[in-house]
């Protein structure tokens, strides 16, 4: 079953043609793109500012990443978003090779065309976020370990260390990898022997080096990191929501694709008829959407929770539809299908008028009218209040800080968040929160039903004319103006 993917050079080619085309499209409707950055892309932008080994909400791999292209390409939106689309197609070239060495050129040529034209992976191409990094490091991870079943050596085992220490530090569902990788060192023969030895303790090792940095940057900051991510799971509610978990599932279907998703569960539960190594790729989709799925259960799940399943899964769905030709024709037909809807998406969403026309408008919304924002922010903070300049400007809302301080409004006036209890909540609460001043603030609100507690934390609130930007499509961005004065900050814990 193993060949080597340099033997089949018409699969080769073709692959790099399509990679190299379709990171060029991506490239161009990101340059021509007018959204502007989304609160957490800003917020990663923000980090990038301040390197470090860690913030409040993630690892630092992505701000890394867009210190080092923003150091090159300067601070525009697109230079932010450039990393995606590369490492995107970076990591469906380690799929071609893998499959290729695990099972051979056809499979491993369809295992990237899913993974490239998943819809999935045309949206985050356009954005910049933690998944990005995750994803390549997850591929560069399983490319190592199907190498090491095949012949252990000492670089392929350094590449799986370095793969799953670099994926911490991108986002910590690089840990879903670790059991599998684990039970296949118990009862997969080939992987035992690759990995059960001094090579197996120096991947680990070597991960494990990587991490703790990011460790010890959790104990010198209360754990903010791990506390953020158990507080996502958000397991205080109904003990049971069959409505999240069916909305999370029918979410798969616009990530992976209406057709290749249902084909992948089928072929999940046709594991039996999986070669041994398919088998244990297999694992690396099972356990994710599993353990996301139970979390949608007892809780809620965002659609990208479960983004890791997608690494194996286009090999999986490949290999079980190699054998199958009407199937395959179905996800031809499908691929093509939806990657005609998200080119014509994309290039919708580079003229304003036309992504209204198509009903973009709600989707896009958190994206637009950001320097229109941060004007009328700074004319109303130019006019002060009754004779008295404000200090600052603090929000109660994280995204709206960042997006309001990457365009610029904290070059007008100090920048600061409001916190709704003493412990923070976000990386902006915990880096800048609004603290006692002499002078009035300009507070801006977003979130309704907190009157009572802006009241309480204030001396004096006077309600000001609010925000009202229009965003196109009928849709608007209105927020709360006040003029605050004498401000506490709270000292007893209150309800999220």
Same mark, same amino acid.
């Given at each position: 079953?193993?060949?080597?993917?340099?033997?089949?050079?018409?699969?080769?080619?073709?692959?790099?043609?399509?990679?190299?085309?379709?990171?060029?499209?991506?490239?161009?409707?990101?340059?021509?793109?007018?959204?502007?950055?989304?609160?957490?892309?800003?917020?990663?932008?923000?980090?990038?500012?301040?390197?470090?080994?860690?913030?409040?909400?993630?690892?630092?791999?992505?701000?890394?990443?867009?210190?080092?292209?923003?150091?090159?390409?300067?601070?525009?939106?697109?230079?932010?978003?450039?990393?995606?689309?590369?490492?995107?197609?970076?990591?469906?070239?380690?799929?071609?090779?893998? $499959?290729?060495?695990?099972?051979?050129?056809?499979?491993?040529?369809?295992? $990237?065309?899913?993974?490239?034209?998943?819809?999935?992976?045309? @949206?985050?191409?356009?954005?910049?976020?933690?998944?990005?990094?995750?994803?390549?490091?997850?591929?560069?991870?399983?490319?190592?370990?199907?190498?090491?079943?095949?012949?252990?050596?000492?670089?392929?085992? @350094?590449?799986?260390?370095?793969?799953?220490?670099?994926?911490?530090?991108?986002?910590? /569902?690089?840990?879903?990898?670790?059991?599998?990788?684990?039970?296949?060192?118990?009862?997969?023969?080939?992987?035992?022997?690759?990995?059960?030895?001094?090579?197996?303790? !120096?991947?680990?090792?070597?991960?494990?080096?990587?991490?703790?940095?990011?460790?010890?940057?959790?104990?010198?900051?209360?754990?903010?990191?791990?506390?953020?991510?158990? #507080?996502?799971?958000?397991?205080?509610?109904?003990?049971?929501?069959? @409505?999240?978990?069916?909305?999370?599932?029918?979410?798969?279907?616009?990530?992976?694709?209406?057709?290749?998703?249902?084909?992948?569960?089928?072929?999940?539960?046709?594991?039996?008829?999986?070669?041994?190594?398919?088998?244990?790729?297999?694992?690396?989709?099972?356990?994710?959407?599993?353990?996301?799925?139970?979390?949608?259960?007892?809780?809620?799940?965002?659609?990208?929770?479960?983004?890791?399943?997608?690494?194996?899964?286009?090999?999986?769905?490949?290999?079980?539809?190699?054998?199958?030709?009407?199937?395959?024709?179905?996800?031809?037909?499908?691929?093509?299908?939806?990657? /005609?809807?998200?080119?014509?998406?994309?290039?919708?969403?580079?003229?304003?008028?036309?992504?209204?026309?198509?009903?973009?408008?709600?989707?896009?919304?958190?994206?637009?009218?950001?320097?229109?924002?941060?004007?009328?922010?700074?004319?109303?903070?130019?006019?002060?209040?009754?004779?008295? #300049?404000?200090?600052?400007?603090?929000?109660?809302?994280?995204?709206?800080?960042?997006?309001?301080?990457?365009?610029?409004?904290?070059?007008? !006036?100090?920048?600061?968040?409001?916190?709704?209890?003493?412990?923070?909540?976000?990386?902006?609460?915990?880096?800048?929160?609004?603290?006692?001043?002499?002078?009035?603030?300009?507070?801006?609100?977003?979130?309704?039903?907190?009157?009572?507690?802006?009241?309480?934390?204030?001396?004096?609130?006077?309600?000001? #004319?609010?925000?009202?930007?229009?965003?196109?499509?009928?849709?608007?961005?209105?927020?709360?103006?006040?003029?605050?004065?004498?401000?506490?900050?709270?000292?007893?814990?209150?309800?999220?």
């Amino acid at each position: 079953m193993s060949a080597s993917p340099l033997k089949n050079t018409s699969y080769r080619q073709w692959l790099l043609l399509l990679i190299v085309g379709t990171l060029a499209l991506r490239w161009a409707l990101m340059v021509a793109s007018p959204l502007n950055l989304h609160g957490d892309e800003a917020q990663y932008w923000a980090w990038s500012r301040n390197l470090d080994w860690g913030y409040f909400s993630k690892p630092p791999l992505i701000a890394w990443i867009i210190a080092l292209f923003t150091s090159v390409f300067g601070q525009a939106e697109w230079a932010i978003r450039l990393p995606s689309a590369l490492l995107h197609s970076l990591t469906c070239w380690i799929i071609f090779v893998t $499959a290729c060495k695990a099972f051979d050129a056809r499979t491993g040529f369809w295992a $990237a065309c899913f993974y490239l034209f998943m819809p999935g992976v045309w @949206l985050s191409s356009t954005l910049i976020s933690t998944d990005v990094p995750l994803l390549l490091c997850w591929a560069l991870a399983l490319n190592a370990w199907v190498y090491l079943r095949d012949a252990p050596s000492w670089s392929r085992a @350094l590449q799986l260390g370095l793969a799953v220490g670099f994926g911490l530090l991108a986002k910590y /569902a690089m840990l879903f990898f670790v059991p599998v990788l684990g039970l296949a060192v118990l009862f997969d023969g080939k992987t035992r022997q690759a990995l059960l030895g001094f090579k197996g303790f !120096a991947a680990g090792a070597l991960a494990a080096a990587l991490f703790l940095p990011n460790i010890i940057w959790n104990l010198n900051h209360d754990f903010a990191t791990l506390a953020h991510t158990a #507080e996502n799971a958000n397991l205080s509610g109904p003990l049971l929501n069959p @409505l999240e978990l069916l909305t999370f599932w029918v979410s798969q279907l616009g990530v992976f694709g209406p057709i290749a998703f249902p084909v992948l569960i089928i072929a999940l539960f046709k594991w039996k008829q999986l070669p041994v190594l398919g088998r244990w790729i297999a694992g690396l989709a099972v356990l994710p959407l599993i353990v996301i799925s139970l979390e949608a259960l007892l809780s809620r799940a965002n659609a990208n929770w479960a983004a890791t399943a997608y690494i194996a899964s286009p090999i999986i769905v490949a290999l079980y539809a190699a054998s199958r030709p009407r199937l395959m024709t179905g996800l031809k037909i499908g691929l093509a299908g939806q990657s /005609a809807v998200m080119i014509i998406a994309g290039i919708a969403l580079t003229v304003p008028v036309w992504a209204n026309a198509i009903g973009l408008a709600n989707s896009v919304k958190r994206s637009r009218a950001w320097p229109e924002t941060v004007r009328v922010i700074e004319k109303i903070y130019a006019q002060g209040h009754e004779g008295n #300049e404000f200090s600052g400007v603090a929000t109660d809302n994280r995204l709206i800080f960042y997006d309001t301080l990457y365009y610029g409004l904290n070059e007008t !006036a100090p920048l600061s968040i409001w916190k709704l209890s003493p412990a923070p909540g976000n990386h902006a609460e915990m880096t800048h929160p609004l603290t006692r001043t002499e002078r009035p603030v300009l507070l801006i609100t977003y979130y309704k039903g907190r009157d009572d507690l802006y009241y309480e934390d204030f001396e004096r609130l006077v309600p000001l #004319e609010p925000i009202d930007i229009d965003l196109g499509g009928g849709k608007r961005r209105q927020l709360n103006v006040w003029a605050g004065y004498g401000y506490t900050p709270p000292s007893t814990v209150r309800s999220r």
